[in-house]
Nanobody, 123 residues
Framework: QVQLVESGGGLVEAGGSLRLSCAAS????????MGWFRQAPGKEREFVAG???????FSTDSLKGRFTISRDNSKNTLYLQMISLKPEDTAVYYC?????????????????WGQGTQVTVSS
């Protein structure tokens, strides 16, 4: 099993920045592709960005330029740098990991999930 713990969420004003972290523990050798998802109140969980073991990345077009995913395999940690935040970015952000090697966009392709961290952007 792999355990994922997100941190770094909080309340920020519009235009501000946050850096989310996701620390992985357990059988991390079985973990290859990782990703960030978010879920706003009353909405479905949506893909934000994904990264494979070699740090190739893919992110939602609407978030490119503002959100950047990265990972440090030596620390078993995934990051999401968010800049120029907007009120519509308010959501619970989830970290996910998969035993698959390619970048994954669908939530059902991921094997492990964190508990989520709240990001609230005030206008």
């Amino acid at each position: 099993q792999v355990q994922l713990v997100e941190s770094g969420g909080g309340l920020v004003e519009a235009g501000g920045s946050l850096r989310l972290s996701c620390a992985a523990s357990g059988r991390t050798r079985s973990m290859y592709s990782m990703g960030w998802f978010r879920q706003a109140p009353g909405k479905e969980r949506e893909f934000v960005a994904g990264i494979d073991w070699s740090s190739n990345t893919f992110s939602t077009d609407s978030l490119k330029g503002r959100f950047t995913i990265s990972r440090d395999n030596s620390k078993n940690t995934l990051y999401l740098q968010m800049i120029s935040l907007k009120p519509e970015d308010t959501a619970v952000y989830y970290c996910a990991a998969s035993r698959r090697t390619s970048i994954l966009l669908a939530a059902h392709d991921y094997d492990y999930w964190g508990q989520g961290t709240q990001v609230t952007v005030s206008s």
